[in-house]
């Protein structure tokens, strides 16, 4: 186990490391332990949820997508936000069956939703490295889609940026292939953040980019107090965002902003003629049953 939690530590601190065990280590190694030992169960109990949020067109403020987020409400630890689980179930074989369900029940309340006449647009899904490449995913998704009934030209499939740039010759391409074949939307999410080759990307068949949110996030509102530290960090971040959205336009790919929190980075976003837009400003993630039915962001002029 102290192996194991210096492991873990060396790999946080990034790649060409090692650390010596530490006592400090001991509590957070058996905080992680027992995490994955209550996922497991989390799984088998029900305990995990999906929550949904909305994305718009900024333009017309038409809703044009709902992404599916997993929570896991907890029976003492209250609702658990998924970057204190999804690290630990992506470090062991518990991403497969994870992802399996979110997959699947995302389906399920896509087509009910389709059913009660909400026409929602796509419902986008995240998707790991190790559940896509797992032995038989396209079954299990051909499969689903065919029990739930929902089309598949009504799903979105998003990988991170470094998986779908750096695995796709190692199998992940081909996948792509098939799934946009099938119909299937395909994203790259967190896009920017990587080492993305353009020539690379026009080689996949993806639709979609959606804007690392950090990018909007360090773009600080202007004001005299401004140091000129911070005014050229804010200036290179609107920079990429505007170089993303002119690529994406020349690949003819839709290109989605996220955490969008200000009125200000939503009026830039539609100065610079960024496609679609999702964050706390425009609608918060919400269980199905608080999802409205008719949905319209005040976005547009």
Request: glycine share 8%; with cysteine; net charge negative.
């Amino acid at each position: 186990m102290q192996a194991d939690r210096a492991m873990y530590e060396a790999k946080d601190a990034g790649k060409n490391n090692f650390r010596f065990f530490a006592a400090p280590m001991t509590s957070s190694a058996m905080e992680r332990i027992v995490l994955e030992s209550e996922l497991h169960h989390a799984l088998e109990a029900g305990e995990l949820v999906l929550h949904y949020q909305p994305e718009f067109d900024v333009a017309s403020g038409a809703l044009v997508n709902i992404e599916a987020l997993v929570r896991w409400q907890h029976p003492r630890r209250g609702l658990v936000p998924p970057d204190q689980f999804i690290p630990i179930a992506e470090e062991s074989s518990l991403i497969v069956p994870l992802g399996a369900w979110v997959l699947r029940e995302a389906c399920r309340q896509a087509r009910d939703w389709l059913d009660e006449g909400f026409d929602f647009g796509r419902i986008s899904v995240n998707l790991s490295a190790r559940q896509c490449l797992h032995d038989g995913f396209l079954h299990q998704l051909t499969t689903q889609l065919s029990e739930t009934g929902l089309p598949a030209t009504r799903l979105q499939l998003e990988l991170v940026e470094s998986m779908a740039m750096t695995s796709g010759r190692g199998g992940i391409e081909a996948l792509l292939q098939e799934l946009a074949a099938r119909g299937i939307s395909l994203a790259i999410d967190d896009f920017g953040t990587g080492y993305s080759s353009f020539k690379y990307l026009q080689s996949l068949p993806v639709d979609t980019l959606k804007v690392d949110r950090s990018f909007l996030a360090d773009m600080a509102e202007p004001g005299p107090g401004m140091s000129p530290r911070v005014k050229k960090s804010a200036a290179r971040d609107r920079s990429i965002v505007r170089a993303i959205v002119a690529m994406a336009r020349t690949l003819g790919v839709t290109v989605v902003a996220e955490g969008v929190e200000t009125p200000r980075q939503l009026e830039f976003l539609r100065e610079i003629g960024c496609d679609r837009a999702q964050g706390f400003l425009l609608a918060r993630p919400a269980p199905a049953e608080l999802m409205p039915r008719a949905l319209e962001a005040c976005v547009a002029g």
